[in-house]
């Protein structure tokens, strides 16, 4: 069982950074994929990004449009941990943050939750206009 606690959430202000950090219980995290996805209540879970293998020892980031430019995605398998750098918050980024895993290969599109077989607790994200 692989075991995701989620870490920095908090309130910034608009334009502000934080940086979300997920760290995972398991031996071969470096074969994992990692996303992170947000929620506000009453909406569904919304992919945000993805940090992948690519079959060999490298990996490709993913972003939704919203946050391209503005978040980071990184991982350092030397302590299983996944982060999250966001910068230039605005009030529309306010969600909770969720962590999410499963080993690679993707068995559905990584924009999907269904493709994620471990999921964090969530952190949440507020963000003041």
């Known amino acids: 069982q692989v075991q995701l606690v989620e870490s920095g959430g908090g309130l910034v202000q608009d334009g502000g950074s934080l940086r979300l950090s997920c760290a995972a219980s398991?031996?071969?995290?470096?074969?994992?994929?990692m996303a992170w996805f947000r929620q506000t209540a009453g909406k569904e879970r919304e992919y945000v990004s993805a940090i992948i293998p690519n079959g060999s020892s490298a990996y490709f980031a993913y972003y939704v449009a919203s946050v391209k430019g503005r978040f980071t995605v990184s991982r350092d398998n030397a302590k299983n941990t996944v982060y999250l750098q966001m910068n230039s918050l605005k009030p529309e980024d306010t969600a909770v943050y969720y962590c999410a895993a499963t080993s690679y290969p993707l068995k559905a599109s990584m924009t999907s939750p269904g493709a994620y077989d471990y999921w964090g607790q969530g952190t949440q994200v507020t963000v003041s206009s």
């Open positions: 398991v031996r071969t995290f470096n074969n994992y994929a």
